[in-house]
């Protein structure tokens, strides 16, 4: 069946055939013999066309996008101003290595990030490909600038797959498995979680339990503080259930950090760049990073990161880390693109459509005995699944049944961490597409606890 344009552009889901349909079918098989088997799928979509806030699959089956690539595609798919400045560079200059060379859109695109990154002090940026590069240039500079070799991170976090930033990944064993020795002195303290608390009791003391572990057992049983270069932290962890990190805990870890001399590098990779309603989750806390790592988002689905540190520590030397493809003129000049959308529209929108879904499910958690927990900030939002509410006993089965039946439905969603689902759709999603969504889980909740 053909697909016309006006189907293409539609805002909400439009199932033509099965899923998947025959033609997802053959290209599902195909990759099983030729692409890596480490690539986690969890239902067999096979994008074709993406437009705003929707993907057409290869089949003509439209769905409702609220993955947003994981979290990426901030501006929507393909937003003609980004495909404008894509398309116009690419006739221009597409390579010139800017770690050896000029070109006035790296320093323009570093002059914006400084600008909008916490604090007063002058910043300086580093671009890479990836969140995973922007948190091993952020490891070397903390160990380059303290002259320390030690490093901490939390239980449930995901910094990337790369040695030294899954060497402070603690988010699934079987993304450490097989890999031998990682990178030494790294050290692993609980993250403050609101839902369960800090040792599964005691949830309101959560930042008080986290902030005591840290002084009082990490720092006198297994780490001197003098030695530790960097604490890294995900402001809301982004793989471990979408779990925020309280503000009085974030301003907590950045007084700790600066008694010893220790810097605080925020992993803003999945939250930053408006997605929670400011230009960075830790705007809500108030705290000024040493150094904060931001990808996903910053350029609309071009492969960019940047590291942004506070001046005064990016002290090391030509030579001491480059990236040849880091900063490529394509990928800069849509992440300008993006910026400027997300500074005149978007970012408000997910502040705004984030409190018109929590609005939505406000009243899931005493209608629905399966939700423990709606928690999140603007449109970065997670639902807790439980087996049963008073013991918060972890679903992970009820959770993967909810994102397969979703996806039968026209929405693409995730999970996040052990039993989360994740919202995390394109920022410029309106309040149509919002309510579909929400109605969408919403029966599949009901049709899962009917089924119990």
């Given at each position: 069946m053909h697909v016309t344009d006006s189907k293409v552009d539609s805002k909400l889901p439009h199932l033509i055939t099965e899923l998947p349909g025959p033609k997802a079918k053959k290209l599902v098989e195909r990759d099983h013999h030729v692409v890596s088997p480490s690539y986690t799928r969890d239902y067999p979509l096979v994008a074709k066309v993406g437009r705003g806030a929707t993907v057409e699959d290869v089949d003509g089956n439209i769905f409702l996008d609220f993955a947003a690539g994981i979290a990426v595609v901030a501006t929507g798919h393909c937003h003609p101003e980004v495909v404008a400045a894509i398309q116009k560079q690419a006739g221009e200059l597409i390579h010139m290595s800017g770690t050896d060379f000029y070109y006035p859109s790296m320093v323009e695109l570093a002059e914006k990030l400084a600008s909008i990154a916490p604090g007063k002090e002058p910043k300086r940026v580093y671009f890479g490909n990836s969140g995973a590069e922007a948190i091993e240039a952020a490891i070397k500079l903390v160990k380059f600038h303290t002259k320390r070799d030690k490093l901490i991170a939390f239980h449930g976090a995901f910094h990337g797959r790369t040695m030294g930033a899954l060497s402070l990944t603690a988010s699934r064993a079987v993304q450490r498995k097989g890999f031998g020795t990682l990178l030494s002195g790294v050290f692993h303290m609980p993250f403050p979680d609101t839902y369960r608390g800090t040792y599964g009791i005691r949830p309101e003391h959560a930042s008080a339990d986290c902030l005591a572990y840290l002084e009082n057992e990490l720092f006198r049983r297994r780490v001197d503080p003098d030695e530790v270069a960097g604490i890294f932290i995900e402001p809301i962890q982004g793989e471990g259930g979408y779990l925020p990190a309280p503000a009085e805990f974030?301003?907590?870890?950045?007084?700790?950090?600066?008694?010893?001399?220790?810097?605080?590098?925020?992993?803003?990779?999945?939250?930053?760049?408006?997605?929670?309603?400011?230009?960075?989750?830790?705007?809500?806390?108030?705290?000024?990073?040493?150094?904060?790592?931001?990808?996903?988002?910053?350029?609309?689905?071009?492969?960019?990161?940047?590291?942004?540190?506070?001046?005064?520590?990016?002290?090391?030397?030509?030579?001491?880390?480059?990236?040849?493809?880091?900063?490529?003129?394509?990928?800069?000049?849509?992440?300008?693109?993006?910026?400027?959308?997300?500074?005149?529209?978007?970012?408000?929108?997910?502040?705004?459509?984030?409190?018109?879904?929590?609005?939505?499910?406000?009243?899931?958690?005493?209608?629905?005995?399966?939700?423990?927990?709606?928690?999140?900030?603007?449109?970065?939002?997670?639902?807790?699944?439980?087996?049963?509410?008073?013991?918060?006993?972890?679903?992970?089965?009820?959770?993967?049944?909810?994102?397969?039946?979703?996806?039968?439905?026209?929405?693409?969603?995730?999970?996040?961490?052990?039993?989360?689902?994740?919202?995390?759709?394109?920022?410029?999603?309106?309040?149509?597409?919002?309510?579909?969504?929400?109605?969408?889980?919403?029966?599949?909740?009901?049709?899962?606890?009917?089924?119990?």
């Open positions: 974030l301003q907590g870890l950045q007084r700790i950090c600066r008694k010893h001399g220790i810097m605080l590098v925020a992993d803003e990779v999945q939250s930053g760049m408006g997605r929670t309603g400011k230009w960075w989750a830790c705007d809500y806390s108030g705290i000024e990073p040493d150094i904060i790592c931001t990808a996903k988002g910053i350029a609309s689905g071009m492969p960019l990161s940047a590291m942004i540190a506070r001046a005064s520590v990016m002290n090391w030397t030509p030579g001491a880390h480059a990236s040849t493809f880091g900063g490529n003129p394509v990928c800069i000049v849509a992440s300008l693109a993006t910026i400027g959308l997300l500074e005149r529209n978007y970012i408000a929108n997910a502040a705004q459509m984030g409190e018109f879904i929590r609005g939505l499910t406000a009243d899931w958690t005493t209608r629905h005995k399966i939700v423990g927990e709606v928690r999140g900030k603007g449109l970065m939002i997670g639902i807790e699944i439980v087996r049963d509410q008073k013991t918060k006993e972890r679903a992970p089965d009820l959770r993967n049944r909810l994102v397969q039946m979703a996806f039968h439905k026209g929405l693409l969603i995730l999970g996040s961490g052990d039993t989360t689902l994740r919202f995390c759709p394109p920022l410029l999603i309106d309040e149509e597409q919002a309510e579909f969504a929400v109605r969408t889980v919403d029966a599949c909740i009901t049709e899962i606890e009917r089924s119990m």
